[in-house]
Nanobody, 123 residues
Framework: QVQLVESGGGLVQAGGSLELSCAAS????????MGWYRQAPGKQRELVTT???????NYADAVKGRFTISRDNAKNTVYLQMNSLKPEDTAVYYC?????????????????WGQGTQVTVSS
């Protein structure tokens, strides 16, 4: 059974840095894409960044140049290095993984989510 465990959230001053980690367990096969989403109070959940198994990355415009996603395939872990943090970055951050497997709808890509970790940036 696939489980994602996150760590690294907390309170940080504007302009500071924070690193989030997400470790996946129970993964028999490789995870195609891992990523981070965030949801601020009263707002929709939004995609922050993704990284493929081959290392290709995508970033939301709001975080481009400030955030860096990386993964350690040997550890089945994805990281999010956040620099130059702004109060607007305050949100619950969720780790996501896409696993190709056989499930209730047959073979396909299934999403797994971490529990979420709070990131608060003070002004």
């Amino acid at each position: 059974q696939v489980q994602l465990v996150e760590s690294g959230g907390g309170l940080v001053q504007a302009g500071g840095s924070l690193e989030l980690s997400c470790a996946a367990s129970g993964v028999t096969f490789s995870i195609d894409v891992m990523g981070w989403y965030r949801q601020a109070p009263g707002k929709q959940r939004e995609l922050v960044t993704t990284i493929s198994s081959g290392g290709s990355t995508n970033y939301a415009d709001a975080v481009k140049g400030r955030f860096t996603i990386s993964r350690d395939n040997a550890k089945n872990t994805v990281y999010l290095q956040m620099n130059s943090l702004k109060p607007e970055d305050t949100a619950v951050y969720y780790c996501n993984g896409e696993v190709y497997r056989h499930g209730t709808r047959g073979w396909g890509t299934y999403d797994y989510w971490g529990q979420g970790t709070q990131v608060t940036v003070s002004s």
